[in-house]
C-alpha cells in the first residue's frame, strides 16, 4: 500500500509539472510502443553520433558489460533524430498530459 500511495504521489508531482510547464523541463506522455533499447543521439558541431545499448545508460550505466553500438553514420542518427522527434509530436504535453493523467488516477 505505501509503494501505491508513493507511486500516486509521484504522479501527482508530475500532473503539477505538466501544468506549470517550468522552462528548463519537457515532459511528454507517449501514447504507444517505446523503443526497447536504450539510445542517446550526441550532437556537437559539425558531427553527430548515436549510441545504441542493450543495457540502461543514465545515471547508473553498465560499464563493465560495455556499450553495443556507436556510430557517426549519417543514416543511423537521422533514423533515432526522426524517431525521436515523431515520438515528441504524438505525445501528449502541457494540460492534455495532465489531464490524461488525472483520468488514469481516478480509475485506479
Known amino acids: 500500500m505505501e509503494r501505491s500511495l508513493a ?6 508531482r508530475i500532473i503539477a509539472l505538466l501544468q506549470e510547464h517550468p522552462m528548463d523541463m519537457q515532459i511528454g506522455i507517449v501514447d504507444g510502443s ?3 533499447a536504450t539510445f542517446q ?4 558541431p559539425g558531427a553527430s553520433f548515436v549510441a545504441v545499448s542493450p543495457f540502461r545508460f543514465g545515471e547508473l550505466p553498465n560499464i563493465t558489460t560495455g556499450i553495443a ?15 525521436v522527434e515523431d515520438l515528441w509530436q504524438r505525445s501528449y504535453k502541457g494540460q492534455k498530459a495532465a489531464d490524461l493523467l488525472g483520468s488514469m ?3 485506479v
Open 7 to 12: 507511486a500516486r504521489r509521484e504522479v501527482e
Open 34 to 36: 517505446m523503443p526497447n
Open 69 to 83: 553500438q556507436v556510430t557517426a553514420a549519417p543514416q543511423a542518427v537521422e533514423l533515432y533524430t526522426k524517431m
Open 41 to 44: 543521439v550526441f550532437e556537437r
Open 105 to 107: 488516477l481516478k480509475v
